[in-house]
């Protein structure tokens, strides 16, 4: 309980914080239109801003490495020193496939749109992309600072990798490689959110708003002149 009232400021803070309108943000006298991002087009986005090197980046990718590095050799020791065989092992890397995306995807998106509507968002969306195997979530006309938006795009990372990092405490080591094969999953599933991070973190000198357009199937970024 004591913890929940400076949570509860912090995401009264950025609420409350003044946000132009979406007419104001057309006033090109006030502000610049940097990037109109096409929803079909958003795997290319990822691709350019995941390229570019950052502290951050440099972190996304190394967390792939250890988790995979863990996976596999967490694999290779119970099957070679534990109880279970190369079958339970097939089968609890299947049944993690399976969870993944089942739950842990819905979950994410589903965290991504209460962080919308914790910061005022009304009408907010999912658009699949299954050519790119891609999941957007998003909110109709909603304007956010780059503060919110990193707030939207970080909180899935840092919950479910925090959930996911506790589970050992609680199961038998012979389920551990599935635990460290979901978290790699997980870390490769939350690209597009670190690659918009890094956007964010390269324009860090610009003071940035966006909105989604739904009926469009466009996002706009916006920096104050």
């Given at each position: 309980?004591?913890?929940?009232k400076?949570k ?9 914080q ?5 007419e104001?943000l057309?006033?090109q006298l ?7 991002l ?5 795997l290319?986005f ?24 863990a ?26 496939c ?7 995807i ?20 999912l658009?699949?992309n299954?050519?790119h195997f ?50 790699f999953?997980?870390?490769?599933g ?7 991070v890094n956007?964010?973190y ?6 940035i708003?966006s909105?989604?357009n739904?009926?469009l199937?466009?996002?706009y970024f916006?920096?104050?002149?």
């Open positions: 309980m004591l913890g929940s400076p509860a400021k912090y995401l009264y803070k950025m609420k409350s003044e946000i132009p309108g979406i104001e057309k006033n006030l502000y610049k239109l940097e990037i109109v096409k929803h079909d087009e958003i290319f990822v691709l350019e801003w995941l390229k570019k090197k950052s502290w951050f980046i440099l972190l996304f990718f190394t967390l792939n490495v250890v988790f995979a590095a996976w596999i050799f967490n694999t290779a020791l119970v099957i070679l020193w534990g109880n279970s065989g190369i079958g339970f092992q097939t089968l609890i890397f299947v049944t993690a399976l969870f993944f995306f089942a739950f842990l819905p979950v994410h998106e589903t965290i991504h749109l209460l962080s919308m509507k914790l910061l005022g968002a009304q009408n907010t969306f658009k699949p299954l050519k891609m999941v957007y979530a998003g909110s109709h006309l909603h304007v956010c600072n780059s503060k919110q938006y990193l707030f939207i795009a970080l909180l899935p990372f840092f919950i479910l990798t925090f959930l996911l990092g506790i589970l050992p405490f609680f199961l038998n080591s012979e389920i551990w490689p599935a635990i460290w094969f979901l978290l999953l997980h870390t490769n939350c690209a597009g959110d670190l690659a918009i956007y964010f390269f324009n860090r000198d610009k003071t708003y909105y989604d739904q009926d199937k466009e996002s916006f920096s104050k002149r």
